[in-house]
Structures are given as structure tokens and as C-alpha cells.
């Protein structure tokens, strides 16, 4: 099955500078690459989702980008701010299929004001 | 409206007792997932409805018994668990199990305490 991996497991950063977030995966059919961001006591929100016919997603200060060569994506967030903070999970699966997501093991996310 | 509720938020109960867990979505989904998730953990998916019929079991103890009684409720019966079950469950839901519109969308969850 798919095996997702993801580092770094923990990134501190300052208030405003960039934070960014890999992985890789290894079933090579996987198409379809969300990314959830878990606040505590809170469920996983999914924030953005690239698919494998297109490279690279923006949505405001979160960009992913997809790499099916070498098979990673990577999560990007731009000035970040104190409520960036937060467990962070990327997850891969198959369009066509069972959509079952294999998840990375997640990246605890810390913005130091 | 990306809304997925769940019921209740946090649950306590002994390894004899019997509850239910609640999940409710009012997007038209039709694929609605169990997921198990332990701290620090990713979710670990449990069970898949679609279209109300069970496609999913990920091999789970029959000690946990789900239940879809239409398209915007899925429930998950619980029954002499034991305290390693202590977890928070997450429900999910999406438009289509597979195909075109698949994004999950995961509800709050219920932090459940088994002593």
C-alpha cells in the first residue's frame, strides 16, 4: 500500500517568516494530495489539495506543490502568523479507488510571536 | 458549507457500559468514514459507508459496531471496550467515495475515556 512520509516532525519559526513542509509517497498511482491542519482538541481541516495534473496550488498564504518525478509534495505557508500554529498532515491516495488516505505521520508547527 | 457535527464531544464509560457515538452532515455527501485517532498520531481510518452500505471494515473488533441509518447520519455503537480503545473519533464525510469529488471533510470528534 501507500507509505507517506514527512518531515520535518517538529519546525519552529518566527512571526512572519516562511515555514515549509514535505513529503514523499511511494505508490507512484496515487493522484490526489491534501494537506490537514489540526489545531488541539480540534478534528484535522483540510486547508489544501493538489492533484497529480497539476504542479503547483495557491490559495491566499498556503501554496503546495507537487513533484510526481521524484514523488514529494510540500506544503508552504507565507508569513506566518501565531494562528499557523498547529499539527500539520499530509495524506495521499488514489482518485480512482478506494480513497483511502495514507497520511504522513504529521508536523507539529510552532510560530514564535 | 463544509460542516461535519459530532455527539457528543467527550465521553467516559466503564468496560460494561454501552454508547453510541454520533456523526451528522447536511452537504449531500454519500461516502461517511470512522476514523481512530490516538495523540500525536495521524487518523487511522476504522470503517467507509457509501451510499449507506458498509464498503470499508479495516479489520476493526467487533466490539465497535457502525451503523448508517440514512445519508447524513452514520453512527458507531460501542460495546465492552477496553481502555486502549481511549482515543478521539474522528467522523468524515465526502461527496463520493471514489471518483471526481472525494475531498474529506473531518468533524471535530469525540474524545473518548475508557476506564
Known amino acids: 500500500g501507500e507509505n507517506v512520509e514527512q518531515h520535518p516532525s517538529t519546525l519552529s519559526v518566527q512571526e512572519g517568516d516562511s515555514a515549509v513542509i514535505k513529503c514523499t509517497y511511494s505508490d507512484s498511482a496515487s493522484n490526489y494530495f491534501p494537506w490537514y491542519k489540526q489545531e488541539l482538541g480540534k478534528g484535522p481541516q483540510l486547508i489544501i489539495d493538489i492533484r497529480s495534473n497539476v504542479g503547483e496550488k495557491k490559495d491566499q498564504r498556503i501554496a503546495v506543490t507537487l513533484n510526481k518525478t521524484a514523488k514529494h509534495f510540500s506544503l508552504h505557508i507565507t508569513e506566518t502568523q501565531p494562528e499557523d500554529s498547529a499539527v500539520y498532515f499530509c495524506?495521499?491516495?488514489?482518485?480512482?479507488?478506494?480513497?483511502?488516505?495514507?497520511f504522513g505521520k504529521g508536523n507539529q508547527v510552532v510560530v514564535i510571536p | 458549507d463544509t460542516e461535519v457535527t459530532q455527539t457528543p464531544k467527550h465521553l467516559v464509560m466503564g468496560m460494561t457500559n454501552k454508547k453510541s457515538l454520533k456523526c451528522e452532515q447536511h452537504?449531500?455527501?454519500?461516502?461517511m468514514y470512522w476514523y481512530k485517532q490516538k495523540a500525536k498520531k495521524p487518523p487511522e481510518l476504522m470503517f467507509v459507508?457509501?451510499?449507506?452500505?458498509?464498503?470499508i471494515n479495516e479489520s476493526v473488533p467487533s466490539r465497535f459496531s457502525p451503523e448508517c441509518p440514512n445519508s447524513s447520519l452514520l453512527n458507531l455503537h460501542l460495546h465492552a471496550l477496553q481502555p486502549e480503545d481511549s482515543a478521539l473519533y474522528l467522523c468524515?464525510?465526502?461527496?463520493?467515495?471514489?471518483?471526481?469529488?472525494?475531498?474529506?471533510?473531518f468533524g471535530p470528534g469525540t474524545r473518548l475515556t475508557v476506564t
Open positions: 459507508y457509501s451510499y449507506e452500505k458498509l464498503s
Open positions: 452537504m449531500g455527501h454519500r461516502a
Open positions: 468524515a464525510s465526502s461527496q463520493a467515495r471514489t471518483g471526481g469529488r472525494y475531498e474529506q471533510y
Open positions: 495524506a495521499a491516495s488514489r482518485r480512482y479507488g478506494n480513497n483511502r488516505l495514507a
